[in-house]
């Protein structure tokens, strides 16, 4: 069975850091596409980034140069470094992964492409 958990969510100023955690149970990461969501209230989810089966990464432009996706197999865990944080940032993150590899980047940052979720952790940055 297929489980993904978040953590390390919180409040921030606006320039700070956070580093949320997505431990996962019955997949292999180097098996596996794992992305991070987010889903601002009001607003629909949205594709943060991506780590692909073979480590590579990709980002949406509204947070490349400020996040960084990184994955530790031996964990079984997913990271996403935060940093630079704006008030726009302000969302419920979300860790996702699908089997294999998503035929492109924006299949990669598409939702509805990977079919394992975790719950959620809530970010919010103040100004």
């Known amino acids: 069975q297929v489980q993904l958990m978040e953590y390390g969510g919180g409040s921030v100023q606006a320039g700070g850091s956070l580093t949320l955690t997505c431990t996962t149970r019955?997949?292999?990461?180097?098996?596996?596409?794992v992305a991070w969501f987010r889903e601002a209230l009001g607003k629909e989810r949205e594709g943060v980034g991506f780590?692909?089966?073979?480590?590579?990464?990709s980002y949406d432009g509204s947070v490349k140069g400020r996040f960084t996706i990184s994955k530790d197999k031996a964990k079984n865990t997913l990271y996403l470094q935060m940093n630079s944080l704006k008030p726009e940032d302000t969302a419920m993150y979300y860790c996702a992964a699908e089997y294999g590899s998503l035929p492109s980047v924006v299949a990669g940052l598409q939702g509805y492409e990977y079919n394992y979720w975790g719950q959620g952790t809530q970010v919010t940055v103040s100004s």
């Open positions: 780590i692909a089966d073979d480590g590579s990464t």
């Open positions: 019955g997949i292999d990461l180097d098996r596996y596409q």
